[in-house]
């Protein structure tokens, strides 16, 4: 008999939309729908696990989310955050996964860290380069590009720090495995190329028992500027299917083939070994690669595909159930 998908009221699913609140708006009533979206929010952000987990998957996938056993892509990286693995927190952390990534494939692949700490001062900046990265441990988006600091206000650049130390970006999404990482300010080498920041490679590594990994890559181009994405398979051939992202296009043309995508692949695939799914983050600077982040639950679980059917084809290559990660086994935060 199989296991029963957790119910949800019906009437939870007519919470109104930011499509809502902006026809309000074009309407005229700007005051009554801001306020009353900022009251919504607050209702969403305070609904206990069953019900948030459930709204949220059903507004992006427009199902109730199987908890119990779970079949697509979609509902495992739900059921991640929900129940994450202890050894998420590690992977998610921008210090702590550093380690793993040595241990792993070794340290010339790390960005040089430049400083760290948990409090940020204009003082702190003196030892630092004139351009560098500063980004936090515990969120995501929270990176700034400093190209040149005697441009840049440094009260602000370290009131903007020390907010990212105050905030926890888990709080809204409940990627749980974010709450127990310790918040620190990182400073890492810049990799600018000409005053830009270099393509992202994002390597999305699906390992199945008996059969092999499955890759498809990310290939970002304009981060910080006019972000968009082009998807290719491990043979860098266009992949079969579209990501739909927010605030994220499709590129119109494909690039020709980086050099170091044999390498990438292998340490892609050896960094996910131990996972049903990892995604593998990378930079090319200056001929030499480096692994940017790790990721166990990318955008949230936001990843939309098109057509949806490959939701449940990678959902298959998603080896599954994970050590730890049983709705049983794994801890709650």
Known sequence: MGHKVESMD???????????W????????KVTSSAMRKVARRVFYSLPDALFYQYKYFSIHGRLCNFRNPKRFSEKIFHRMRYPSPVFTQLADKLAARDYIAEKVGPQYLVPVLLSCDAVTPETFDSLPQSFVMKSTNGFSQVKIVRDKSQEDLRKLADLANAWLASCSAFKSREKHYLRIPPRIVFEQSLL???HAPDDYKFNVFNTPGREPFVFIQHMHGRFVDLEQKLYLDDWSPAPFKLELPLLHESAASVGKVEQLP???TLARKLAEPFGYLRVDFYVHCGRIYVGELTVTPG????VFVPQTWDRELGDRFGWPEAGASCEDSYRA
């Open 263 to 265: 390498e990438m692949l």
């Open 22 to 29: 902006k026809a309000r708006e074009a309407a005229g009533d």
């Open 193 to 195: 190329d000409g005053g």
């Open 10 to 20: 019906p009437a939870l699913c007519t919470i109104p939309s930011e499509n809502f």
């Open 300 to 303: 949230a679980g936001t990843y």
